[in-house]
């Protein structure tokens, strides 16, 4: 069976977040042996093959496709809340997802032509966000008014988006395929103002490149920075609030989160980056967050009506279908579901 098994089944059991003790007790099979399975000394049977696809929720014939996508530079938020073992599953599952996007693109000839519309920017200060952001929008011709869908942004835009259900401990990830194709996985757990900030911050990781002094930390923040200027533009939001305020109502930023789809505690970071507001009164609507329950509540209130989910993949796997390009038994592989659940999704017209 060569490498591509010893891969696979690896890859597979890393995805099911299993050790080896883990898969040997479900698949009835010896530590030894599938240790002997991973390491390319042993190849299995035809018994044993599908004791381990049973034992992994898969197909057999996933331990013989060809693995094709290693994700580079991955950018992870907030995982030290994580097990690792949670963050090696994210990632295969993640690279699993990638394999079979790429592969239907490939089917259906889709071109990737990512291009960075501020890789001429380096990010020395805070101040290059702003124009980053500003650079962004111009490029991506969104203008300066609110983005109905981030995910069909940058979707049209040639960036994959997955989402993934996921603890909410999990923001999201972004990496490049191949040095050329962006990916951004995000949870789909989130409020919806939530996800959309989240998935602009791993834009930030994607498209902006920092100067070698700048910290991780100061990245983090300056990823931040550009999420709420590409939701809330520095003219817009000076035009609702003014260049300088003593003091801001939570209702004032309820109906900016209304419009733009940003949360209230994205607001009140974003009108503290802008100097509208002290840091004072960012450290007292902290302190009433964390001290008032009723004013918490009322700040994580959801407000946005717009949903954020991709339908793209499958979209093109549909039109694959369609156009005789993609069999109903591949199309069953690509998007993990039976031949009858296909069925019962499918209606030609």
């Keep these: 069976m060569g490498t591509t098994f010893l891969q696979r089944i690896y890859s597979a059991r890393k995805m ?12 009835g099979l010896s530590k030894n042996t599938i240790s002997r399975y991973e390491k390319g000394i042993m190849n299995p049977d ?17 331990f013989f496709r060809k693995s094709s996508v290693e994700l580079q530079e991955v950018a992870f938020r907030k995982m030290a809340k994580i097990a690792s073992k949670s963050v090696e599953s994210i990632k295969y599952r993640v690279i699993d997802r990638l394999e079979k996007y790429l ?3 490939e089917i259906l000839m889709v071109d990737n032509e990512f291009v960075n519309p501020i890789g001429n920017i380096l990010i020395q200060k805070f101040e290059d966000v702003e124009q980053s952001a500003e650079q962004v929008r111009e490029k991506w011709n ?19 988006v997955l989402e993934v259900n996921e603890p909410m401990e999990f923001d999201g990830l972004s990496t490049v395929i191949d040095g050329k194709v962006p990916v951004i996985v995000a949870n789909q757990n989130f409020p919806v103002e939530r996800k959309r900030f989240a998935l602009l911050h791993e834009l ?5 490149s920092f100067d070698v002094k700048i910290t991780p930390k100061e ?17 817009k939001l000076i035009s609702e609030l003014g260049v300088s305020r003593k003091k801001i109502y939570v209702q ?4 900016i989160e209304k419009e733009w789809g940003i949360s209230i505690q994205a607001s009140m970071c974003r009108v503290r980056d802008l100097n509208i507001i002290s840091k004072s009164k960012l450290s007292q609507f902290y302190f009433e967050c964390n001290t008032k329950p009723d004013f918490k509540k009322l700040v994580d209130e959801s407000r946005y009506s717009s949903f954020e989910t991709s339908y793209r993949f499958k979209q093109l796997l549909y039109k694959g279908f369609a156009q005789e390009l993609v069999s109903m038994s591949k199309a069953s592989v690509l998007s993990d579901q039976s031949i009858n659940g296909l069925k019962t999704n499918l209606s030609l017209v």
């Design 142 to 160: 969104l203008g300066l008014n609110p983005i109905a869908s981030i995910i069909e942004m940058l979707e049209d835009n040639f960036i994959k």
């Design 252 to 255: 004032e930023l309820a109906e």
């Design 16 to 27: 099911a977040g299993l050790s080896m003790d883990e898969l040997a007790s479900l698949s």
């Design 204 to 208: 930030g990781h994607l498209l902006l």
């Design 219 to 235: 990245i983090e923040a300056a990823c931040n920075r550009f999420a709420g200027a590409i939701l809330v533009p520095k003219s």
């Design 46 to 62: 035809r018994a044993n093959l599908l004791r381990l696809a049973k034992a992994l929720n898969l197909k057999v014939d996933y």
């Design 103 to 105: 592969e239907l693109e």
